[in-house]
């Protein structure tokens, strides 16, 4: 019995220390579209993408990052922590990430559907890094392509406000709305 209970007292203080991965965002959005989108995140389903997202959140470097590419009818792309916010280049926003290496894809048989928040990438499955997209309609083309990393269960209304971008590609180019805060919860 006493080994059990000193067992258990080291798992409980090793999840303390460790600091037991958050389980979600609160994200603060202005602009066009106003108000608070939470979002569940999925731990065990991308324990990887889901560590670099609530780091960069805890970071700040979310904060006052644009939704830089909208695609009506398809999805919200954000998170362009080197070059989607007002004080860089923002032309070249969408082509940038932090300032950690990128991560291997973590792809699952969770499907993309609305309010569905998956991470980008490059043409490299293992190129994902800190932008991350919410989904406005389900894309089943995108499954077992694109890591999925939680879902929105508070707000959609407010992704659906975002401003749309032009063109094929949904490039936003003037006055994009922008995370304002993003803030770790448990």
């Not at 609530?54 to 006052?64: I, M, N």
């Not at 998956?118 to 490299?124: C, L, Q, T």
């Not at 694109?146 to 959609?156: F, L």
């Amino acid at each position: 019995m006493r080994k059990t209970l000193t067992a258990c007292s080291l798992l409980l203080a090793l999840a303390a220390t460790t600091g037991a991965h958050a389980t979600g965002l609160q994200i603060e959005v202005a602009g066009e579209a106003n108000g608070t989108v939470k979002i569940d995140l999925f731990e065990d389903v991308a324990p990887g993408h889901v560590e670099r997202i609530t780091t960069l959140a805890e970071r700040g470097s979310y904060d006052d990052v644009f939704f830089h590419r909208v695609i009506e009818g398809f999805m919200a792309q954000t998170g362009d922590v080197q070059y989607g916010r007002a004080d860089a280049d923002f032309f070249r926003a969408g082509s940038g990430d932090s300032d950690l290496p990128d991560l291997k894809a973590e792809f699952s048989d969770r499907p993309f559907e609305r309010g569905t928040v998956g991470m980008a990438r490059a043409a490299d499955p293992d190129s994902g890094n800190s932008q991350f997209f919410i989904m406005f309609a389900p894309a089943p083309h995108l499954e077992g392509e694109y890591t999925v990393v939680g879902e929105v269960t508070e707000g959609m209304e407010v992704i659906d406000a975002i401003k749309r971008g032009e063109g094929r590609g949904g490039a936003v180019r003037d006055k994009p709305d922008l995370m304002k805060s993003v803030t770790v919860t448990e």
